[in-house]
């Protein structure tokens, strides 16, 4: 048995066209083009290479993105004051604080003082408590965690009443996946370093998230035959045979998991690209939210 593949290229470049095409529509009634603010702090590479990526996005789907870059030395002040400025911006219908910021610098505080109507990466405490309580709707849910649910609704996954475990517990993607799955009516289990018989709970999911940035930690004998599989980990791993030395690969044994899954995304190729699929739907959700004032 091999898996479905679920092709996350594929699936986000349907989903852009989608905003490309409402982008587009919006232009030509005499609305606003959506804008996205991108707030980098300091000078991570890898950091300034997600915000380039971010920022291409957009101007292949007629966004218009607002870079903004603060030096490392950059105070708890400056970056709040630049965020406030954002917030007053009408032409700014989404705020991105690219994580991690530097040290000595509040995260939570940088995050609370994003507009909730502009917040597209969906971190604001507000969003996150009406995601985990029921009867509520937070006004963006994070990108990584709706673009898994995305690829698992693409390839046909059963969510009422199956046993979903998400791998990892971060604010991120594990927290807010897990309480995406109980809203589908999912019967939802978080692992973390603290779990015991980690396999063993592995081996009894419906639906598999990993995301705990462990190269290839989950094998094949901890998946349930015919489960989907969600891969979430980015990691670079040593490999001669490439020119630059390594390769990317997952949290998930790819190669081993795919011939007892029933469906499972590859990396690179998978959850990645979803991620910059939906901050492009929220941002454009964002412009929507500010046409009702």
């Not at 003082?113 to 994070?142: T, Y």
Request: proline share 6%; charged share 25%; glycine share 10%.
């Amino acid at each position: 048995m091999t898996a479905q593949l679920i092709d996350g290229t594929a699936i986000a470049t349907k989903r852009r066209a989608r905003v490309a095409e409402a982008v587009q529509k919006r232009i030509a009634e005499g609305r606003s083009r959506p804008g996205l603010a991108t707030v980098l702090v300091g000078d991570n590479p890898a950091s300034e290479v997600y915000v380039r990526s971010k920022r291409k996005a957009c101007a292949e789907a007629g966004l218009e993105s607002f870079g903004h870059e603060l030096p490392r030395t950059a105070s708890q002040a400056e970056v709040e004051d630049l965020v406030a400025r954002l917030n007053a911006d009408p032409n700014v219908h989404g705020i991105l604080v690219q994580l991690p910021l530097p040290d000595g610098l509040d995260e939570e505080r940088v995050l609370n003082a994003v507009s909730l109507s502009k917040d597209v990466d969906g971190f604001h405490p507000v969003n996150i408590g009406r995601l985990s309580m029921k009867g509520r709707e937070p006004l963006f849910v994070p990108c990584t965690p709706a673009g898994c649910m995305v690829l698992l609704e693409e390839a046909g996954a059963p969510f009422k009443g199956a046993n979903a475990v998400v791998l990892g517990r971060s604010n991120i993607v594990g927290l807010p996946a897990a309480m995406l799955l109980l809203r589908r009516d999912c019967t939802v289990t978080i692992c973390h370093s603290r779990t015991k018989d980690l396999a063993a709970v592995c081996r009894e999911a419906d639906l598999l998230i990993a995301a705990v940035g462990r190269a290839e930690m989950v094998k094949r004998d901890w998946v349930k035959p015919g489960a989907f599989v969600i891969d979430v980990g980015i990691n670079r791993v040593p490999d001669a045979s490439r020119k630059s030395g390594s390769r990317l690969v997952g949290d998930v044994a790819f190669d081993e998991v795919k011939e007892v899954a029933g469906a499972i995304t590859p990396v690179p190729g998978g959850v990645g690209p979803m991620t910059i699929a939906m901050l492009l739907q929220n941002t454009l959700h964002g412009a929507e939210l500010a046409d009702r004032g």
